[in-house]
T-cell receptor, first 113, second 116 residues
Framework: ETGVTQTPRHLVMGMTNKKSLKCEQHLGHNAMYWYKQSAKKPLELMFVYNFKEQTENNSVPSRFSPECPNSSHLFLHLHTLQPEDSALYLCASRILSLNTEAFFGQGTRLTVV | DAKTTQPNSMESNEEEPVHLPCNHSTISGTDYIHWYRQLPSQGPEYVIH???SNVNNRMASLAIAEDRKSSTLILHRATLRDAAVYYCILRDVVKNSGGSNYKLTFGKGTLLTVNP
């Protein structure tokens, strides 16, 4: 248990659906990240947030839309996904100091059918 | 982005020490070396990090070469629960963060198998 909670743990959605992934932490962290882990590929950074402000978008398609309403919550809104978007989506958080470690959630296993 | 090179896989026996190598020949003077591991069906977990000096914590030790172009993660007594993918990462500063934030760029890591 890292203190970073992701829901749901598993999600199956059709290509025309709209769904959202949620990440929550009450560790007092103020930087949050979304990563994507596809089968047999390294983790790919998607988005970075500092104090609710998005500071990096790693060329992610617009069908993925992040939202960070406060420092404790991070969402990833999904719409019109493709089967190749099926992956494990991981959230991480940390304190904004160069020497602190990141804490990861357990991830949401997403399957697009 | 700075890069690291690790063996794809390594094997160890339970109760024996494990030395996981990492090469990072393009490391810059301010890059910290981070190690994370990912157990099956879980998110990555922090192991240890360092800059120049060797580091020890309850999980592992990190030995950093004098020229900083390589490092070794040492698990002193491997257990079956240490079977995981181990990632050696050089921290990158996030652009537009005023230098206040970093990101972790993961490679393929080393799959460690521990035999009973």
């Amino acid at each position: 248990e890292t203190g970073v909670t992701q829901t749901p743990r598993h999600l199956v959605m059709g290509m025309t659906n709209k769904k959202s992934l949620k990440c929550e932490q009450h560790l007092g962290h103020n930087a949050m990240y979304w990563y994507k882990q596809s089968a047999k590929k390294p983790l790919e950074l998607m988005f970075v947030y500092n104090f609710k402000e998005q500071t990096e978008n790693n060329s992610v398609p617009s069908r993925f839309s992040p939202e960070c309403p406060n420092s404790s919550h991070l969402f990833l809104h999904l719409h019109t996904l493709q089967p190749e978007d099926s992956a494990l989506y991981l959230c991480a958080s940390r304190i904004l100091s160069l020497n602190t470690e990141a804490f990861f959630g357990q991830g949401t296993r997403l399957t697009v059918v | 982005d700075a890069k690291t090179t690790q063996p794809n896989s390594m094997e160890s026996n339970e109760e024996e020490p494990v030395h996981l190598p990492c090469n990072h020949s393009t490391i810059s003077g301010t890059d910290y070396i981070h190690w994370y591991r990912q157990l099956p069906s879980q998110g990555p977990e922090y192991v240890i990090h360092g800059l120049t000096s060797n580091v020890n914590n309850r999980m592992a030790s990190l030995a950093i070469a004098e020229d900083r172009k390589s490092s070794t993660l040492i698990l002193h007594r491997a257990t079956l629960r240490d079977a995981a993918v181990y990632y050696c990462i050089l921290r990158d500063v996030v652009k537009n963060s005023g230098g206040s934030n970093y990101k972790l760029t993961f490679g393929k890591g080393t799959l460690l198998t521990v035999n009973p």
